[in-house]
C-alpha cells in the first residue's frame, strides 16, 4: 500500500498526523510512504528525517492524491482537496461532518472511503482528552477570578 502524509494547509495548524518513527514502522512492514514537502516542519520534523525512515518526499498535494492508495492529514479537507479525490482511495482526516456538508457531498460523489479521525479514538478524538481537562481548568481558573 502506497501510504501518504499529507501537509496541513489550515491557517495555524502545525500538526502532523505521522512523525518519522511511525514512518519507519510503516515502511517496516512493506508499506511505502510518501511525505509531503515540510508536512513535519511545523512540529520540528525536517523533510531530511522523513527521508531517514524511509519516506519518499513528494512536492505538491495533486502528486500526492494521485499516488497514494491511503492518504492521512491531521484536519479536515479543504475545498481544493475535494476533486482531487478518487474511488476508493483510503483517506483519514478529521470530517465533523454536521459543521462540513459540502465535504461530506465531495467525499460521497468521489467514492472515496474516508475514516473520521475524531471517531477513532477512545475519547473520541486525540484532542477529546487534553481538551477536556483544559476546560476544567479554565473553568476552575475563572470560578477562582
Not at 501510504?3 to 512492514?29: H, M, Y
Not at 483519514?92 to 467525499?107: M, Q, T
Request: hydrophobic residues 40%; glycine residues 8%.
Amino acid at each position: 500500500m502506497v501510504f501518504g502524509i499529507l501537509k496541513d494547509i489550515k491557517e495555524g495548524e502545525n500538526r502532523v498526523i505521522c512523525t518519522p518513527v511511525e514512518v519507519a514502522s510503516i515502511v517496516a512492514a512493506g508499506h511505502t510512504v510518501l511525505a509531503q514537502r515540510d508536512c513535519g516542519v511545523g512540529s520540528g520534523f525536517s523533510n531530511e528525517k522523513y527521508e531517514a525512515a524511509g519516506a519518499e518526499i513528494v512536492d505538491t498535494m495533486e502528486e500526492m492524491y494521485a499516488r497514494c492508495d491511503f492518504l492521512a492529514k491531521v484536519k479536515e479537507l479543504f475545498p481544493c482537496e475535494y476533486d482531487l479525490l478518487r474511488e476508493d482511495q483510503l483517506v483519514y482526516c478529521c470530517i465533523h461532518p454536521a459543521g462540513h456538508p459540502e465535504e461530506v457531498d465531495a467525499i460521497l460523489k468521489s467514492k472515496c472511503i474516508a475514516l473520521t479521525a475524531e471517531d477513532s479514538h477512545r475519547y473520541g478524538s486525540p484532542n477529546c482528552e487534553a481538551a477536556g481537562k483544559q476546560g476544567a481548568l479554565f473553568g476552575l481558573e475563572s470560578m477562582l477570578t
